[in-house]
């Protein structure tokens, strides 16, 4: 695809001559006379540079330039000035311009210009993209873990957070989905956009629909006022639909229609509304159960499932758990002033034998009541809620060194079952076929279980 230049001028005889000349040098040329127009044009293109004129009606040329970066940073923009104004030239340098060009243009000249800025803002992205791909060592954003599956899934975030393709995160509650999104979504190309998030479990179906789509004034009885919804809002940016799963069935073809077309229709509205947003979704469900039970539909659970992402539970994340919990205390002893800075070995010891059914969510709220409660500068056994001092996994076998605690054979069963459930990564279509098991009797039993 050849880079897409963005021409301003208010000659439009100017703007003509500039595309024509950089379209014979290989380059797409859109122009627009207008700055204004053309701020709301690069709101909606992948602009690989700007040409802009300097002295222009309504809004200058150091203003558009100045406004073009703080919508677009790192976008290289050149700017036309009068011939022999070197004052002008200095201050559209100072305002962030790639370079400048004096009148009359030449054509072949500034070809090379913007051939040149072109390169060099790409060497520019591909030296962030290498920097983002040393990083994912230990981190990704607001994710913290350094064991296998962590780094693991930064790899994975690292690939497609480029993409403009639909994820679906999955994983149990409290495994931090929300945060795999923002993470992506800062890392896009999307990151100067709105990252807007919705919860579908959390509003019925009549305000769900509204805050997807919008409505225009007068289109139900509390409608005082028209409303953009959701995608109108994050336009360019990112919009997150947290428990997709939980979806009204009668929702979902509309919602389908509407990522299928890429635009909106306001409730009571006659217009389509084009849109420009990366879906991101995430379910604690499994989905194509959902699908096979009937309460969802297949067609949107292929459109919104592009990129499957499993975000891993904090039981298989060995001294994760160490790490995170030091991260929390330290956060909560800043915030409330306490003088606690770690964790005694007692402390320690036990939350590694503990299997989280709460996940990460469940560790920060145990951290936080603990730094609450602490009397010591470390968090003591004592410190920790009943439920984890008191927990003592059981063993399952007898082994040569004594017998073992017994357990109920239903007990063994939901064990075994959690245990091969993990070595798939949570993938239950796989998980059922090494069981032996169709896949809405392992549902069920999970469900049994409280395993979501």
Not at 219 to 227: E, G, L, Q
Not at 272 to 288: G, H, K, M
Request: charged share 25%; glycine share 6%.
């Amino acid at each position: 695809m050849n880079p897409k230049i963005l021409i301003v001028d208010d000659d439009k005889g100017m703007c003509e001559l500039i595309a024509a000349g950089l379209t014979r040098q290989g380059f797409e040329s859109v122009w627009k006379t207008s700055a204004i127009e053309a701020l709301e044009e690069l709101a909606s293109g992948n602009f690989a540079a700007v040409v802009t004129d300097l002295n222009m009606a309504q809004m200058g040329g150091l203003e558009f330039c100045k406004r073009t970066l703080e919508q677009r940073p790192g976008l290289p923009v050149i700017v036309i000035t009068a011939f022999g104004s070197m004052d002008a030239a200095v201050s559209a340098i100072r305002a962030g311009a790639y370079d400048f060009i004096n009148k009359p243009v030449d054509i072949d000249a500034l070809s090379l210009i913007v051939e040149r800025a072109v390169r060099a803002a790409e060497l520019q992205a591909e030296v962030a993209r290498l920097r983002k791909a040393v990083d994912t060592g230990t981190n990704f954003g607001e994710l913290i873990g350094t064991s296998p599956v962590m780094k693991r899934l930064y790899a994975l975030l690292a690939r497609v957070a480029d993409s403009d393709a639909s994820l679906l995160i999955c994983g149990e509650t409290g495994t931090g989905k929300e945060l795999i999104a923002r993470a992506v979504h800062r890392r896009s190309r999307f990151a100067n956009a709105k990252f807007l998030a919705v919860n579908c479990a959390a509003m019925p179906a009549q305000l769900l629909e509204s805050e997807f789509f919008g409505h225009v004034r007068g289109a139900f009885t509390d409608a005082s006022s028209a409303h953009a919804g959701i995608f109108e809002q994050a336009n360019g940016g990112t919009v997150f639909l947290d428990e997709i799963g939980e979806l009204p069935l009668e929702l979902q073809p509309k919602l389908l229609r509407s990522l299928q077309e890429r635009s909106v229709r306001r409730l009571g509205g006659t217009s389509e509304i084009p849109f420009d947003v990366r879906v991101i979704c995430a379910t604690n469900r499994d989905l194509e159960t959902e699908v096979e039970e009937g309460r969802f539909r297949e067609d949107l659970l292929y459109r919104i499932n592009v990129i499957q992402v499993d975000a891993p539970p904090l039981r298989v994340r060995d001294n994760d758990i160490l790490l995170l919990a030091q991260r929390f205390i330290d956060a909560f002893a800043e915030r409330t002033q306490r003088p606690v800075e770690g964790l005694a070995s007692s402390a320690a010891k036990r939350l590694l034998s503990y299997d989280w059914p709460g996940n990460v969510r469940e560790l920060q709220n145990c951290m936080e009541r603990a730094v609450a409660l602490a009397e010591h500068n470390k968090v003591v056994l004592a410190d920790l809620p009943e439920r984890i001092r008191t927990h003592h996994p059981s063993k399952l076998l007898v082994t040569d060194d004594g017998p073992a605690d017994f357990v109920p054979i239903h007990e063994i069963e939901k064990r075994y079952i959690l245990q091969v459930l993990e070595a798939y990564g949570g993938n239950k279509r796989q998980a059922a076929i090494t069981l032996g098991l169709d896949r809405k009797t392992l549902w069920r039993k999970l469900k049994q279980y409280g395993v979501s």
